[in-house]
């Protein structure tokens, strides 16, 4: 099965950074204080934009594991 970058579930603002830290299998802590500071560094044009572009691109985090069967359809048998 393929790995899904999606945000997480655990989120503290648009779960961007927890998803990314699932992802990558790290500590969310970790991935929220690199992104802190990357904002506070560059004045938060260039990574806040990165950010809230990455929020409304990322799919929501679901407990399916059916994502490839459109709703409505049967599933085929394996």
Known sequence: MKKKLTKSKN???LGVCGG???????????V????LVLLVMT????VGLIYLVAALIMPNANDKDDD???EGEFKERK
């Open 68 to 70: 490839h069967v459109v």
């Open 11 to 13: 989120k503290v603002f």
């Open 43 to 46: 004045g938060f044009f260039p």
């Open 32 to 35: 929220r204080l690199i992104a």
């Open 20 to 30: 990314l830290a699932e992802y990558f299998h790290i500590d969310p802590t970790i």
